[in-house]
């Protein structure tokens, strides 16, 4: 490794700005031109193909697609003995997901162990010396598809690192370890792409913003294959880019990692730190000043060209579900860059005409200066991860809380994929060995786990199970809570020191399979059964309906023999008579067999029809259940986010095929072929609403949320009340406060406590009344009029975690969160929030389920 001092010298060098600098001042007149890009008086190395010489383009000519992204990194490693790359996953759309590492031939040579080694940062109790340890750097494009100047810039980045000659990138590259990811995104990537592509005008481009080519349609690209914003699910990893990303970032865990984005075209250039009122408390201060410090070498690049820039407003570093913002609750730091959008090829705004290079060419200076930055803090960046893991260390000792025990004996699903979760963030999980009592809940050994603290993650555990309710600042760019047990539902307790011991530790758990069920009693039946409690039960039923096998739920709870004794089944338990069906008893062996490997049920064989208690298994109080046929109303003026999410869950997580339609789509439409609509948040003023209360009154089942709401109310299609602001004597406040008034009042992500009436079959499944709502929204909604209408309400009490203002905490107490409303033989299920928030918020995905499967057997006498 280089010297320290020769670090700093090579750093300086690195960019070769000032003097050299060749690159233009003004937006307006950037080209897609290698010479517009790479700064001057550097050598670059023939035998290194260039961009246009694989793609046949300049980067900025044209904006890179993924297939054309991965060709052109491919055919640079092949070439350089500097890079490597690997194949690490696949978009949903099948896109390769890949990662280059780029350093030093002679750090290729020994790269495992030098990998090795820095990993010791976090795991090693004894001091590692550093003074000739590479730092390493993780930089990601574009993880937002229609932000495109990342992954365009990530182009010119690998060839500079790859290409470029001379003793200065010789000693920075043997001295850093770069990790390159040009496409978080690649669907994403490819939907903005083919769309500005396919209507840029070729000779003269058009800077009119109200051009087709800057106008995208809905979706956008911004966001995956089911839109989601992947930034945000850098905690929850529900999709397969995030389970790749977080796998390459625990490889190395690295020292320093970028996020580079774009932001509103009259805008500048941004980088962190961000508000610093706004960081989360958990991370260390230190943190902050080594963010500050690489943001020097930012301003410098910067300002030698007269590039405006800015920092310390718009974004903030609270939410660690965020790229920029993960790395610093995990030792490293993380650096958001928001470049002003082009949108396509060149565009007008507040500050000129801003063309596509000049975007890319500022993401290509950030990405450089951000590897000078890190080269002048080289022992700085790798001590404080050594520090930062030592202090977690101290920090667990000291806490009075030395354990996590979460799990649900009848939802062992919910359970193991929040666990799932935590190992894929490298923390240790075990299985609970013996039961345990917490005050008056209980752990069953094998069906819950328990998290010890004294771990090297001590402090990202800490931020997915706190219930932070005080705040320094009351302001948030993303949501204020995220508490992972609310989120899935299972009951969860903190030991002290005197509630716990090794002993509890049972085998730590890796990644594997779903807990299996269990089909209980002999080969004949007469009905099958199994309860509703598990999360997997309803693709299990869909599987058995789909089939066309008959099925129905139990309305009221019984007591029925099984070949293990008498067994009480409450309400929501599905019962699948052995005859008479139009399927073979065999085939509907199989199911059930399938139904207890594959999603985790209990599966009870009952050979009476005759209940030890309750209602017999042939009663008119078991409803008929039919085969959900859904339709979810999507595109433009739908919130893409919320129908997207929807759909995920019915497509990934319970196997269910779902109807996409346009509002235009759902005029045309014959609805008879559905049985379920869902509209979410949206502008449904062209739907025919007089269209859609004939088709719940011929009993379909409509689910509203959100925004919906006052639609369907308007439309006296669902009988709820919105509550409204109330106008008061307003006291005079000074202009400057205007900002801060209002977004005081804004709920952008909490948790609340709710009450559901577990009788209701809304509230199937559920075996606590007691369920958590995740809220990003201001509008409430009365109880219902009719006392048996509203299944969900939120309590007295409702803040669980998060903030809120005080208030809309009065207001929000005592009011619904689902209202169920009769229109003819069908039902109106109106929600006031998201269930399915973000794919991770199962306990509330249940609920959407409950409507989804049995929205048509709630009681029209029950209904408002």
Same mark, same amino acid.
């Given at each position: ?80 003995? /500097? ?140 966001? @995956? ?25 625990? /490889? ?33 201060? /230190? @943190? ?60 007008? +705004? ?123 600042? +009351? ?74 096998? /008959? ?280 929600? +006031? ?28 006498? +029950?209904?408002?």
């Amino acid at each position: 490794m280089t010297s320290r001092r020769l670090i700093h010298q090579l750093a300086a060098l690195v960019l070769l700005v000032a003097s050299t600098s060749v690159w233009a001042q003004n937006p307006g007149d950037a080209r897609a031109e290698m010479s517009y890009y790479l700064p001057q008086g550097v050598q670059y190395d023939s035998a290194i193909p260039t961009p246009e010489q694989v793609l046949g383009m300049v980067p900025g000519e044209w904006h890179v697609r993924h297939d054309q992204l991965v060709r052109y990194m491919d055919a640079v490693a092949a070439a350089s003995d /500097r890079v490597s790359i690997e194949r690490t996953g696949r978009s949903y759309e099948n896109r390769e997901l890949v990662m280059l590492t780029i350093t030093s031939p002679q750090n290729h040579d020994n790269l495992e162990s030098i990998r090795q080694r820095h990993l010791q940062l976090a795991s090693s109790t004894d001091v590692v010396d550093v003074s000739d340890m590479p730092v390493v750097l993780y930089q990601g494009y574009s993880v937002h598809g229609n932000e495109p100047s990342g992954n365009n810039a990530a182009l010119l980045y690998v060839y500079h690192l790859a290409a470029a000659q001379g003793a200065e990138i010789e000693a920075a590259l043997d001295n850093a370890i770069i990790l390159v990811d040009p496409a978080f995104n690649p669907d994403g990537t490819d939907r903005f792409a083919n769309w500005v592509n396919s209507r840029r005008a070729i000779n003269v481009p058009s800077t009119d913003p109200h051009n087709l080519e800057h106008n995208e349609p809905w979706p956008g690209g911004r966001t @995956n294959h089911f839109w989601f914003d992947l930034n945000r699910d850098w905690l929850p990893l529900q999709h397969p880019e995030s389970i790749a990303r977080i796998q390459n970032y625990y /490889r190395w865990r690295p020292n320093v990692l970028t996020d580079h984005h774009e932001m509103g075209s009259d805008a500048t250039f941004f980088f962190q730190p961000g508000i610093p009122s706004r960081t989360h408390p958990i991370t260390p201060v /230190r @943190n902050q000043e080594l963010t500050d410090a690489i943001g020097q070498y930012h301003a410098r690049v910067l300002e030698a060209d007269q590039r405006l820039f800015y920092t310390r407003e718009s974004f903030d570093d609270f939410y660690y579900g965020k790229g920029s913002t993960y790395p610093d609750v995990t030792g490293s730091v993380g650096i958001l860059f928001e470049q002003a959008s082009s949108r396509g090829h060149a565009r007008e +705004t507040e500050n000129g005409i801003l063309r596509f290079p000049f975007t890319i060419q500022n993401q290509f200076l950030s990405s450089l200066s951000t590897l000078q930055g890190a080269l002048a803090l080289r022992e700085e960046l790798l001590t404080y991860k050594q520090s930062f893991y030592q202090e977690s260390r101290e920090l667990a000792g000291q806490s009075p809380v030395k354990a996590y025990v979460f799990g649900d004996s009848a939802d062992r699903a919910s359970a193991y994929r929040m666990a799932e979760i935590l190992r894929r963030h490298q923390i240790a999980v075990h299985e609970l060995a013996s039961d345990l009592q917490v005050g008056e809940q209980r752990f069953e050994a094998g069906r819950a786990y328990i998290v010890p603290l004294e771990q090297d993650q001590y402090r990202l555990i800490e931020s997915v199970f706190e219930q932070r309710t005080e705040f320094p600042d +009351t302001l948030f760019y993303d949501i204020s809570a995220w508490t992972f047990p609310f989120a899935f539902n299972t009951p969860f307790a903190a030991l002290e020191r005197r509630q716990f011991n090794a002993g509890l530790l049972g085998v730590q758990i890796d990644i594997d399979d779903l807990p299996a069920g269990q089909l209980v009693g002999p080969q004949d039946a007469y009905v099958y059964a199994f309860e509703w409690d598990e999360f997997y039960a309803p693709r299990a039923l869909y599987r058995l309906l789909d089939a066309g096998v /008959r099925a129905r739920v139990a309305t009221e709870p019984f007591t029925a023999m099984t070949s293990d004794g008498a067994r009480e089944f409450d309400y929501g338990t599905v019962l699948v008579a052995a005859g008479p069906q139009d399927v073979s008893q065999e085939t509907i062996r199989e199911l059930m067999q399938q139904a207890s490997q594959d999603d985790g049920l209990s599966v009870y064989v009952l050979n009476s029809g005759l209940s030890q208690q309750g209602i017999d298994l042939g009663s008119r109080s078991h409803a008929n259940l039919r085969k959900p046929e859904i339709a979810i109303v999507v595109g433009e003026g739908v919130r893409a986010s919320e129908v997207g999410e929807a759909w995920h869950a019915l497509d990934q997580k319970f196997a269910m095929p779902v109807s996409l339609l346009t509002i235009p789509r759902l005029r045309q439409a014959d609805l008879h072929r559905y049985n379920v609509l869902v509209m979410a948040s949206g502008n449904y003023s062209g739907v025919d609403a007089a269209a859609i209360k004939s088709w719940v009154q011929d009993g379909g089942t409509l689910i509203v949320y959100k925004t919906a709401l006052a639609w369907a109310a308007r439309e006296e299609l669902a009988s709820i009340k919105l509550i409204e602001d109330e106008e008061g004597d307003q006291a005079l406040r000074s202009y400057a406060e205007q900002v801060r008034d209002s977004g005081e009042q804004l709920i952008s992500g909490s948790i609340f406590n709710a009450r559901l009436d577990l009788t209701h079959p809304l509230g199937y499944g559920y075996n606590s009344a007691l369920i958590r709502v995740f809220r990003d929204n201001a509008q409430f909604m009365a109880v219902a009029d009719n006392p048996y209408a509203t299944p969900l309400i939120y309590s007295d009490d409702p803040l669980a975690a998060g903030y809120i203002s005080a208030e809309n905490l009065e207001k929000i107490a005592g009011t619904a969160a689902i209202v169920v409303s009769r229109q003819g033989s069908g039902r109106v299920i109106a929600m +006031t929030d998201n269930p399915n928030f973000r794919a991770f918020w199962y306990g509330t995905t249940r609920l959407f389920m409950n409507a989804v499967f049995f929205g048509h057997t709630i009681s029209a006498a +029950t209904a408002q």
